[in-house]
């Protein structure tokens, strides 16, 4: 597959946990909005044709935004969940998307996303019904009980950490967002929804940097690490 893929970037967060005055994708972060980094690495990306940015209802961008690295950035107003904002990016997506083509989303909470891991989820996902980025889990996993005691310690091996892009079928992506939507359930990622559909997306190991900027310790670290993954 050679064709560029349109990206949707879920961008509509609170920011609880950072515990921040506005959203944690509009803090700033080596001189930029955090949300400025991640969209740049997306639209610089050879493979990537577009953005679909999904923001809050009170939200907006910059002005110029609407094109970035030659690339149309187009928004959308996301919903009360993760998932919901997905589903409002993947209906806005331009008419040339069809259900067929693949389509990409990625955190705009994770702004070190490193280009050549976005390129081997594309070239290897392709093949599948589609996949998403992780690292195997390589710490000892333990389950707490109250006041954060250990309770056991968790199987590791064939754990994974799942991350961003994932990367899957329009129409089929939309089908089983709807479908769990419909059943009440909460999914907290789109490969969720597709396991849930019966679909095995592929797993392409990526750099364990690819972090989800979560807390304010996560955004130290961010700026450390979007110096090194440029
Ligand atoms: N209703 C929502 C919730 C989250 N997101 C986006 O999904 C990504 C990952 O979500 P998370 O890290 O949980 O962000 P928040 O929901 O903002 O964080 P918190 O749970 O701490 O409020 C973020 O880019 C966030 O903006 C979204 O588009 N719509
Ligand atoms: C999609 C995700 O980043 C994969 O790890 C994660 O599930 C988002 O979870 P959050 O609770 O919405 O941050």
Known sequence: MSEALWCVVPAAGRGMRMGADCPKQYLPLA???????????????????????????????????????????????????????????????????????????????????????????????????????GAPLRDTLKRAGEGDCSLATEPRDQRWRAFTP???RRGELVAALGAVSNHGRAVSDEAMAMELAGFRPLLVEGAEDNIKVTTAADLALAEFLLARTA
């Open 31 to 133: 001189g930029k909005p955090l949300i400025a980094h991640t969209l740049e690495r997306l639209a610089a990306h050879p493979r990537i044709a577009g953005l679909l940015v999904v923001l809050g209802a009170r939200d907006e961008l910059w002005p110029g935004i609407e094109t970035l690295h030659g690339k149309p950035v187009r928004v959308a107003i996301g919903g009360a969940e993760r998932s919901d904002s997905v589903l409002a990016g993947l209906n806005a997506l331009p008419s040339e998307v069809e259900n067929a083509d693949f389509v990409l989303v990625h955190d705009a909470a994770r702004p070190c996303v490193r280009a050549k891991d976005i390129t081997q989820l594309i070239e290897r996902a392709s093949e599948t019904d589609g996949g998403l980025l």
């Open 166 to 168: 994932q990367m899957f």
